[in-house]
T-cell receptor
């Protein structure tokens, strides 16, 4: 099992550009979570999906952020247009069930820098 | 709503010292409690968990006991090693309601262990 795969590992982009982060969850996991980590705000849940359907997007900071899960093996988080304050590490995690966090497996993250 | 409060860091110890990282929580019902560890440049990994009052989670020499009366889940290790240097996150998950399936994290505590 390759675990949760995120790409790219690092992304540097200019303000105003579109950024797309990608995630491949563990096969058979039916929950997928997107988190953002910064020194100032710690770990923040942005959105999560169950069986490819968005369940709670209340953590998405604003309309510039959007997330999709077109199938069980792929999800994207898009920022358009990007701003310097979006610089953070973005983590994807998947879980075989929503009951508790024991099944959460995190990816290695995408470090985004917006200049 | 749910919340998790960890002791402020960073924590700096010498090798073989005793470690305590405090964690208290606020939640409705009967949450499950977790400690996650994040090594530099990596995603979060589950360290240990407890699902009901008085349960003790343990792994790699770390322990934490679910204390419902004090709403706490303090992390302890009797003798830390340099390789334990990481960021430690306390987290909780409710089994039902609108928080179903979601982990709520504390702000993280940076631990540095010197030889």
């Amino acid at each position: 099992d390759a675990g949760v795969i995120q790409s790219p590992r690092h992304e540097v982009t200019e303000m105003g550009q579109e950024v797309t982060l990608r995630c491949k969850p563990i096969s058979g996991h039916d929950y997928l979570f997107w988190y953002r980590q910064t020194m100032m705000r710690g770990l923040e849940l942005l959105i999560y999906f169950n069986n490819n359907v968005p369940i709670d997007d209340s953590g998405m900071p604003e309309d510039r952020f959007s997330a999709k899960m077109p199938n069980a093996s792929f999800s994207t988080l898009k920022i358009q247009p990007s701003e310097p304050r979006d610089s953070a590490v973005y983590f994807c995690a998947s879980s075989p069930s929503g009951r508790g966090g024991a099944g959460y497996t995190f990816g290695s993250g995408t470090r985004l820098t917006v200049v | 709503g749910n919340s998790v409060t960890q002791m402020e860091g960073p924590v700096t110890l010498s090798e073989e010292a005793f470690l305590t990282i405090n964690c208290t929580y606020t939640a409705t019902g009967y949450p499950s409690l977790f400690w996650y560890v994040q090594y530099p440049g990596e995603g979060l990994q589950l360290l240990l968990k407890a699902t009901k009052a008085d349960d003790k989670g343990s792994n790699k020499g770390f322990e934490a006991t679910y204390r419902k009366e004090t709403t706490s889940f303090h992390l302890e290790k009797g003798s830390v090693q340099v390789s334990d240097s990481a960021v430690y996150f306390c987290a909780l998950s409710n089994a039902g309601g609108t928080s179903y399936g979601k982990l709520t994290f504390g702000q993280g505590t940076i631990l540095t262990v010197h030889p």
